[in-house]
């Protein structure tokens, strides 16, 4: 069974960011799995 989300993350200025925050948050709204893949 395949689960996705997209998520569009707001823009922001040039340089580093750590987007982990706005990633957790998408994925806490999917059921829980053992085994899995995230491409970001």
Do not use: C
């Amino acid at each position: 069974m395949w689960q996705q989300v997209e998520l569009q993350l707001p823009a922001v200025r040039r340089g580093f960011h750590l987007i982990t925050d706005q990633i957790e948050a998408a994925l806490s709204k999917m059921p829980t799995v053992s085994v899995g893949l995230l491409h970001v």
